[in-house]
Each structure stands twice: as C-alpha cells, then as structure tokens.
C-alpha cells in the first residue's frame, strides 16, 4: 500500500486488521527531492508514543521502519515536517508559514490467539 502526501489534509488515518501471526510490521519512506531540499525536515515513526529508529542511515532517501506489534490495538503514528523555505532562502517572517506538517496514524488490531 502506499500513502501519498495529502495537498489539504494534515492528518489522516488508516485501521488495519491482521492475524494473530503477524509480529512486525514494516513502513517504508520514499523521500522526495522537494522533501531534502528543504532547510530542515525531519520524520519520526512511533508506536504508542515511542520512536522507532530507522533501519539505513539519514542520509539515504527511503527509509524503513520495523514496528514489532502485539496483541491488541497498536497506535502507530508517522510525523513527517519540514520548513517550508529551502536550503539558502530566507525564512517567512510568520511562524504559521515556516513550517509543513503531515500526520499519517495506522491503527493496527492484532487479533489474539484464538483457544482450541
């Protein structure tokens, strides 16, 4: 499956539902050139609020994430900003202008076992 930035949302969501045979889960970032041409961006996986590292170095511009996931519901948020000016260019003088902002949060129900 693949996630597009959104030209009018900052936030939106997806819920999934797998079996109990699934432990991890794999999100994969494809960065744009517009994306590291920016002055700053940063993105940030997280499940139930705690960061996921990124498997390659910063510096590559698709990055993978494995979030092991466990029985339950699993709340999986991917942040991504950047400033809105690129590298060299000034920075808009509005604070609500500096930045772009998107949210994606995948709510993952891992089904538990089922008893025989």
Sequence with gaps: MTITPSP?????GMI?????SHTWLLITLHLSDDYLARAQARHVVSRELA?????????????RFHVQVI???NTIS????????ARGDPAPEWPSER???ERCILTVNVLAQELA
């Design 8 to 12: 009018t949302l900052t936030q939106h």
């Design 71 to 73: 029985p339950g519901v």
């Design 51 to 63: 960061v996921i590292p990124s498997a390659p170095p910063f510096a590559t511009r698709t990055h």
């Design 99 to 101: 930045f772009d902002f």
């Design 78 to 85: 991917v942040d991504v900003m950047a400033s809105i000016n």
């Design 16 to 20: 999934f539902h797998l079996g109990p």
